[in-house]
């Protein structure tokens, strides 16, 4: 999908001229703070990181990207390209899902990532203050050896930015015990495109005083500013950390298995996460490393505790572990004993997404659906492949499986199309199909990942028109020119 055959370049926009790049130049100062393509001899692989999306499906034609060191340099970056019509997308690191990150034709990139500083922890409270472009993974370093832990954990955090996180609402691996960055995040400096600092960057966790407008920048997807800051509230890092991977025969006993997990496990589960059979046949195919359990089952998941005191969880779970298996309710399970364990069987849940590309290409559907009904949209739509022949063993068949994984203790489902190419028949017997079947159950057609240009056509199957035109008339207030992240979902 090199091109978008459906969308127009908007010519309101102005071309990039030599000029515009002679401003830019004398502002950043550095020639490291620019990838120039337009004076200079930036070549197209130069370009390439920036321009083509983390699954390599989506990709523009931007030939100039800024790399602004502070506050002050985005603002004025934006003003200048707010008063001359020059689009930007604003950037982290390109892991987003859904397109959002990379432009559609030549706007410019302002990338994060030479704001990357620490600004201010407090030992006390465990709020941090860091620039956007500080990596989740840093962060998370950097608070671990203050006895804290970022309220945030995902597979891409070895690149993904802490902006780019609060930027999408991104979810996780820990929502299930931390909550939502709508919660965690206590405030926000952003830059708006006329170039006004909004210096919201509070370190309350409680301030009723009016509209809370950072809740508009979490999950915004660069739409109406760029966030050069955060303020997140950091839980104490759990001393006894214990992962359980258990086999089960359905999802009927999954769902059991949860419900005794809260119960059981109580204030020390801090993970819950689904994984099919076919996910880990293809995690397996992939990376040829030995399974956890004996065997195949048709569902597993993968347990996490965090606690304080190691023997008092670790009894607990092996007591659960226990009545579960007794109750028939889980076939098989393997506990962690040590931290090489433990990042094993974590590798089996956060390495599907790098995996399930292996064949040439994934549709992604990131659902919220009521958990009773969640892995019904799985075999509804394999069966829908299968009826109408798309999928099967042999290269003439488009579809390599259909998968399902995800968040189940959120209801968030990842349901996955591994395929051989990207093929119209498969997208139209998919969609709106998958949008339809999750807008009768009220559910979310993205739980975590946002709209971007992946999901920008079928945001009224989650939202109603009131909605969706109060999001405009917020956009119109914040860009008036429409400068930030155009032609994504608003
Ligand atoms: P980018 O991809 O660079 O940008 C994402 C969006 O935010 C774009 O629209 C961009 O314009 C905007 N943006 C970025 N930075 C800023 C900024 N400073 N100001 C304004 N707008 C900005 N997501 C989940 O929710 N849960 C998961 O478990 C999860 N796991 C993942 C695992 C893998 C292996 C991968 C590749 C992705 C995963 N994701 C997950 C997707 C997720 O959205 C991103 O990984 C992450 O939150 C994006 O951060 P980023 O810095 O890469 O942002
Ligand atoms: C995860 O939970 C991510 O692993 C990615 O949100 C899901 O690749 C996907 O569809
Ligand atoms: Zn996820």
């Known amino acids: 999908t090199d091109s978008y055959p459906e969308i127009k370049r908007d010519s309101r926009f102005a071309q990039i001229s030599k000029e515009h790049v002679d401003y830019f130049k004398e502002l950043l100062g550095k020639e490291a703070a620019l990838v120039d393509g337009v004076t200079a001899g930036a070549t197209e692989d130069d370009l390439e990181p920036f321009n083509s999306d983390w699954m390599r499906k989506y990709r523009g034609h931007c030939r100039l990207v800024l790399k602004p060191g502070s506050t002050e340099e985005v603002s004025k970056i934006l003003k200048y390209c707010n008063e001359n019509m020059l689009a930007v997308v604003p950037q982290g690191g390109n892991t987003g899902l859904v397109g959002g990150s990379v ?22 409270s ?64 952003a830059v708006l495109p006329d170039g006004t600092i909004l210096d919201d960057l509070s370190r309350l966790r409680k301030n009723n005083t ?100 190691s023997e008092h969880d670790s009894e607990k779970l092996e007591k659960f572990l226990e009545d579960v298996m007794t109750k028939e309710l889980v076939t098989d399970g ?81 349901l996955n199309i591994a395929v051989r190419r990207y093929d119209k028949e498969v997208e139209a017997a998919l969609e709106p199909f998958v949008y339809e079947w999750i807008a009768e159950r009220n559910g979310s057609i993205s739980a975590e990942h946002g709209l971007g240009i992946a999901k920008k056509k079928y945001i009224g199957y989650s939202r109603n028109e009131t909605t969706v035109d109060l999001m405009k008339q917020i956009k119109n207030l914040y860009d008036p020119n429409g400068i930030m992240n155009p032609y994504k979902y608003i």
């Not at 432009?103 to 006390?124: G, K, L, T, Y």
């Not at 992962?243 to 589960?269: C, D, H, R």
């Not at 004993?337 to 590309?357: D, F, K, V, Y």
Request: charged share 25%; with cysteine; proline share 3%.
């Open 126 to 189: 465990g709020v941090l203050v860091a620039d956007a472009g500080v990596v989740l993974e840093v962060a998370d370093q950097y608070l671990a050896e203050k006895g804290y832990i970022f309220p945030l954990d995902l597979g891409a955090k070895g690149s993904c930015h802490i902006g780019g996180n609060v930027s999408t609402n991104a979810g996780g691996l820990r929502l299930l015990r931390y909550g939502s960055l709508h919660g965690t995040v206590l405030g926000i400096e």
């Open 103 to 124: 432009p559609v034709f030549d706007e410019i990139v302002v990338s994060a990532s030479r704001m990357n500083q620490i600004r201010f922890f407090d030992e006390v």
């Open 210 to 309: 009016g509209y809370d407008l950072k809740q508009l920048f979490i999950g915004g997807e660069g739409t109406i500013g760029m966030i050069t800051a955060v303020s997140i509230h950091c839980p104490q890092r759990s001393k006894a950390v214990n992962v359980a991977f258990l086999g089960l025969e359905s999802y009927e006993k999954l769902q059991q298995t949860f419900k005794e997990a809260k119960t059981q496990l109580g204030e020390i589960l801090s993970a819950f996460e689904l994984m099919d059979s076919q996910s880990q046949d293809i995690f397996h195919k992939v990376k040829d490393n030995k399974r956890p359990l004996e065997g195949e089952h048709p569902f597993y998941c993968l347990i996490e505790t965090s606690g304080s005191n």
């Open 334 to 414: 393997v506990v962690a004993e040590n931290e090489t364990q433990l990042r094993s069987l974590w590798s089996q849940r956060e390495g599907i997404t790098e995996t399930i590309g292996h064949w040439g290409g994934v549709y992604k559907y990131d659902v919220s659906i009521p958990i009773k009904d969640m892995y019904k949209l799985v075999e509804d739509t394999r069966k829908r492949l299968e009826d109408a022949g798309l999928k099967g063993e042999s290269d003439k068949y488009p579809v390599v499986d259909v998968v399902g994984y995800g968040h189940m203790g959120d209801s968030n489902l990842h």
